[in-house]
């Protein structure tokens, strides 16, 4: 079976160098950025070399950026890749998500009708470092037309055939899907097989002779109307610093010149008196849908565009430039019309019932439907109870679709989609906006791609405002757009993104939000009508079926994450008052039970409130606890009154996701730890220290 494996020269978030960044003008100075390879990709091509040796395939990598690129190529080569392919034009510069998919499609539409592969798997890793959209390599799939199967951790065979089967993430637990008949499109997660660290010295020596081809945008038939800048369908309109917030940094310290012994009932105090006046987080209940808050995430992956605009002064907003100059497309409406008409839709999704991040999207588009004078449609799949139709009211929404027979854990991705996208076409919402679930951010690339509308990921911000661009030569305002805020460069810099195209396809404003960024509201007893909506007929994808556990043998056992399901892992995160959360520093898997359960327990009991159990990715990589305990850029988004690390030394992708708790204290014997600059309360200690010492002044 023959794979093609997506790779891409990426900037190492982790290491950019301070003078990369010019202050006065607010730019990025690219040539001081370490490059590498996506570090998912590198398990992508590590997966596609196993199903290649295992079959006696051709393996292909393809990679799109500047010529500095083809090092990536030459890397996969050294590892044991067939040929590879660079696409490289300066056309290609400034792609949003949607522009980068296009262009890989249709290079892959090329290698397969030359020959160079047949029918062949394609593999990537689900997102990037730089960009975390996860979005390219969905909409890859999205225009080849190819099966999708997201979120792949191990693989197989299928019984005595020789079919393929994959076992991946799902919203719930795992599941495993057979592949019956290539072509198709799969992405890989970190639980995927590592590529080794290093090659032979003699394939380093061949990738070095070996060729690489060069396509540009001629040899892959675009027009430039298509790709780059010119065919984006987004436009990043400002780019500014995230809000820096001064934590208070109270420091205790074992071994120290002053007694822990009385410092630390100092802070289990005050931690207690928090909690109990009902302190609010940081974040601030009740933020409004614009606030523009950092969480971390980049702007859209596949991206090069440069970061060059003017750094605004405070107050100051920053008219950026629109994708409609030299396109030909009609004006805006007058000055007092909206750009956009429809109303705001909401993909709704459920976990026992409607889940917390549906309902705080439900309340994001209540505050930005009424600046817009229309209303809010929540958009369920299956059928809806009056519990629920009024439990969908008081989140904020003022009309019910219920889709039923659509099941989202039964339905393969793309059928999912085009329920959505039939109904989206007959109703016309000029904005739609779903949760970054493992399923939403499958769902919406997939609906964004087949539409052909704008798409931004894991939005902190949402806010209705007029902006200042150029059409045809001269400068034009588009009424009450949506402006879409997220992170950029792993949470470096904040983005701010605009869609202008979506009206001449009649398509909506889409963007996705991370369950825990934005807050719930309460309409009291808002009343919502309840419409029943009947997709059309969908045809089963007959190349990929879900089977039984027994019927495949695993060839690769993929990092067990599976949980005994004690102390703190009963209750969802995002529901929790408190969060103890555990990282690699924590001195094993062993001391997750001896001591960060007991820490759970023993807060449980002494302060009254629902305890969570979290974790770090590299403690989910490493066993600890499962994926859905983990808190970060690549998990969940929380922001409790009270969040507990313990071992974590919080980089920016873990800091990202709990940064809006109202209190946080750290626990790490490293004095180097970045989330020490983060805490209101450090504790520098080892866990075995420290957590003992917590645990008898909580019993006492």
């Known amino acids: 079976m023959d794979t093609i494996v997506l790779v891409k020269h990426v900037a190492d978030v982790e290491k950019i160098p301070e003078d990369a960044w010019d202050r006065d003008r607010g730019t990025l100075r690219r040539h001081l950025l370490q490059m590498v390879a996506n570090p998912l990709d590198d398990r992508a091509l590590e997966l596609g070399l196993r199903i290649a040796r295992n079959g006696g395939g051709r393996l292909v990598v393809l990679s799109m950026g500047p010529p500095q690129a083809e090092e990536v190529c030459r890397r996969a080569i050294a590892y044991g890749a067939d040929r590879a392919i660079l696409l490289s034009d300066g056309a290609f510069a400034g792609a949003d998500t949607i522009a980068t998919a296009r262009t890989l499609a249709a290079a892959i539409e090329r290698i397969v009708r030359e020959g160079i592969v047949d029918a062949p798997l394609v593999i990537a890793g689900m997102q990037s470092p730089d960009g975390d959209t996860a979005q390219v390599p969905v909409q890859v799939a999205a225009f080849l037309r190819y099966p999708l199967v997201p979120y792949v951790t191990a693989w ?290 997939l609906v964004a791609a087949q539409l052909g509308a704008g798409l931004t990921a894991d939005c902190t911000g949402l806010r209705i405002d007029d902006h200042v661009g150029r059409a045809g030569g001269r400068e034009t305002v588009y009424r009450k757009v949506l402006f879409q805020t997220r992170p950029a460069l792993g949470g470096n810099v904040m983005a701010t993104i605009v869609s202008l195209r979506g009206r001449e396809n009649n398509t909506p404003q889409i963007a996705t939000a991370r369950p825990g960024v934005f807050s719930e509201i309460d309409r009291g007893d808002a009343v919502a009508e309840l419409d029943v909506f009947e997709p059309g007929t969908v045809t089963p994808r007959i190349a990929i079926t879900e089977i039984a556990a027994g019927d495949h043998t695993t060839v690769d056992q993929p990092v067990s994450t599976e949980g005994d399901g004690t102390a703190g892992e009963d209750v969802p995160l995002d529901e929790c008052d408190v969060i103890v959360s555990v990282g690699l520093g924590i001195g094993g898997v062993e001391n997750v039970d001896t001591l960060a359960r007991p820490l759970v327990r023993a807060l449980e009991r002494a302060w009254g409130v629902t305890v969570g159990l979290g974790c770090s990715r590299a403690a989910m990589e490493a066993g600890y606890l499962p994926y859905a305990r983990q808190v970060g850029q690549t998990g969940k988004t929380v922001k409790p009154r009270v969040y507990i690390a313990l071992g974590i030394s919080g980089a920016v992708q873990h800091r990202v996701g709990m940064e809006g708790a109202g209190r946080i204290l750290s626990i790490n014997s490293d004095t180097e730890a970045p989330l020490f600059s983060h805490s209101d309360y450090v504790i520098r200690a080892s866990c075995r220290e420290a957590v003992p010492v917590l645990l008898k002044l909580l019993e006492g």
């Open 156 to 445: 197989g065979r299928a019984g005595e055939s020789r079919g393929l089967t994959f076992e991946t993430l799902r919203s719930r637990g795992r599941s495993t899907v057979a592949l019956n008949a290539p072509p198709a499109v799969l992405t890989t997660t970190s639980f995927a097989p590592e590529l080794p660290f290093y090659t032979t010295f003699e394939r380093i020596g061949s990738a070095a002779e070996a060729e690489v081809l060069r396509w540009d945008r001629t040899d892959l038939g675009l027009d430039e109307r298509q790709i780059g800048l010119a065919g984006s369908l987004t436009r990043v309109v400002r780019i500014f610093a995230p809000e820096k917030r001064d934590r208070a940094g109270y420091r205790v310290d074992f071994g120290g010149e002053t007694d822990p012994l009385q410092e630390l009932p100092i802070v289990l105090e005050e931690l207690r008196e928090y909690l109990t006046s009902g302190g609010a987080s940081m974040a601030g209940e009740g933020r409004p849908a614009g606030d523009e808050r950092p969480a971390g995430y980049d702007q859209p992956e596949g991206s090069d565009r440069p970061v060059d605009h003017e750094q605004p002064k405070d107050g100051d907003r920053l008219p950026g430039h629109d994708q409609r100059e030299n396109h030909g497309e009609s004006q805006p409406f007058s000055a007092a019309s909206s750009f956009y008409r429809g109303e705001c839709l909401v993909l709704c999704e459920r976990s026992g019932g409607i889940t917390p991040g549906s309902r705080e999207l439900l309340g994001a588009s209540a505050s930005l439907a009424e600046e817009l004078g229309t209303t809010t449609i929540a958009l369920v799949p299956g059928t809806v109870s009056d519990d629920e139709l009024a439990d969908l009211a008081r989140a904020g929404a003022d009309r019910v679709v219920a889709m039923p027979g659509v099941d989202p854990d039964r339905l393969r991705p793309e059928e999912y989609a085009r329920a959505i996208i039939d109904l989206v076409r007959r109703t016309g919402p000029q904005i739609l906006l779903v949760p970054a679930t493992l399923t939403g951010r499958v769902i919406a690339p």
